[in-house]
């Protein structure tokens, strides 16, 4: 049974940063991708950042240059670094890992051919 175990979330005011961890087990198939979603209430979810078995990492346009991710193979574990964070960023965050449909990670949910998602944790930025 895949388990993803997101950590990390929590309560900051805007600039302040925190750090996500997402840990995968049992996950005996192909997996080439890891990734970072969020879903702020009432709208859809989005990607936000990936990277694949080989460290390729794609960002969307609006954390770029303010998140990082970075993954430990070792430990089957994906890590969102959120620096100056703003409002905008409140979300529940939802990892994913699973099999791109091709060749690459991309920040859409549907470019997968399998996937699992985590639980999700809450980031909340205040003003």
């Known amino acids: 049974q895949v388990q993803l175990r997101e950590s990390g979330g929590g309560s900051v005011q805007a600039g302040g940063s925190l750090r996500l961890s997402c840990a995968v087990s049992?996950?005996?198939?192909?997996?080439?991708?890891m990734g970072w979603f969020r879903q702020a209430p009432g709208k859809e979810r989005e990607g936000v950042a990936s990277?694949?078995?080989?460290?390729?990492?794609v960002y969307a346009d609006s954390v770029k240059g303010r998140f990082t991710i970075s993954q430990d193979n070792a430990k089957n574990t994906v890590y969102l670094q959120m620096n100056s964070l703003k409002p905008e960023d409140t979300a529940m965050y939802y990892c994913?890992?699973?099999?791109?449909?091709?060749?690459?990670?991309?920040?859409?949910?549907?470019?997968?051919?399998?996937?699992?998602w985590g639980q999700g944790t809450q980031v909340t930025v205040s003003s």
């Open positions: 994913l890992a699973g099999q791109g449909k091709f060749g690459g990670c991309g920040l859409l949910s549907s470019s997968y051919a399998t996937k699992y």
């Open positions: 990277i694949s078995s080989r460290g390729i990492r």
């Open positions: 049992g996950y005996t198939g192909n997996r080439n991708c």
